[in-house]
């Protein structure tokens, strides 16, 4: 496979990348007024936090991933311009 089509690739997985952090960060925001809603209620959110925090890692790992697809299209742009 070429750079140039390696290149497209990770452009297309960046992109991907972007979309699920995008949708994550809304479902951490939902799951946080669900939380937030439980604890006014007084109602037991054990369950609810867990899903936050794993939420949370969740997203943290997309993010770390992502950039490293940054890394990869940086290089790649770079043996593109030699």
């Known amino acids: ?11 297309s997985a960046l992109a991907a990348a972007n979309r699920d952090i995008a949708e994550g960060e809304a479902r951490i925001a939902r799951q946080a007024e669900l939380v937030h809603a439980f604890r006014l209620k007084q109602q ?3 369950a609810a936090e867990q899903l936050l925090d794993h939420l949370a890692g969740t997203l943290s790992a997309w993010r770390e991933h992502r950039e490293l697809i940054l890394h990869r299209i940086r290089t790649l742009e770079r043996i593109g311009r030699e």
């Open 1 to 11: 496979m070429s750079a140039s089509d390696e290149l497209g690739k990770e452009r």
């Open 44 to 46: 037991d959110c054990t």
